[in-house]
């Protein structure tokens, strides 16, 4: 199992830029897709974002454009960098790795999980 650890959200007003970081250990970090959620007070999680171990990026639609996933094998970390907040954008973020079967943009695919990291993002 992957053990994951978020950082980086904070309270940013909009039109701000974040990025948040998650360090992975555990298994071998660059042979796992990984992925980003989200989920607002009284939402279901939410697909963000998921990179796969070719490199391939892909995005939910509420995020395209502003949102950028990337990763650093040599640190074992992956990164979500967030451009132009929103208020709609105000959630927990949640790290995830190591999918099953099943859709990556199922949250229920992924077996392994961080805390999550808060966003809250003011008008």
């Known amino acids: 199992q992957v053990q994951l650890v978020e950082s980086g959200g904070g309270l940013v007003q909009a039109g701000d830029s974040l990025r948040l970081s998650c360090v992975a250990s555990?298994?071998?970090?660059?042979?796992?897709?990984m992925g980003w959620f989200r989920q607002a007070p009284g939402k279901e999680r939410e697909f963000v974002a998921r990179l796969m171990w070719t490199g391939a990026t892909y995005y939910g639609d509420s995020v395209k454009g502003r949102f950028t996933i990337s990763r650093d094998n040599a640190k074992n970390a992956m990164y979500l960098q967030i451009n132009s907040l929103k208020p709609e954008d105000t959630a927990v973020y949640y790290c995830a790795a190591d999918p099953g079967q099943g859709a990556y943009s199922n949250p229920a695919t992924f077996r392994s999980w961080g805390q999550g990291t808060q966003v809250t993002v003011s008008s």
């Open positions: 555990g298994r071998t970090f660059n042979r796992i897709a």
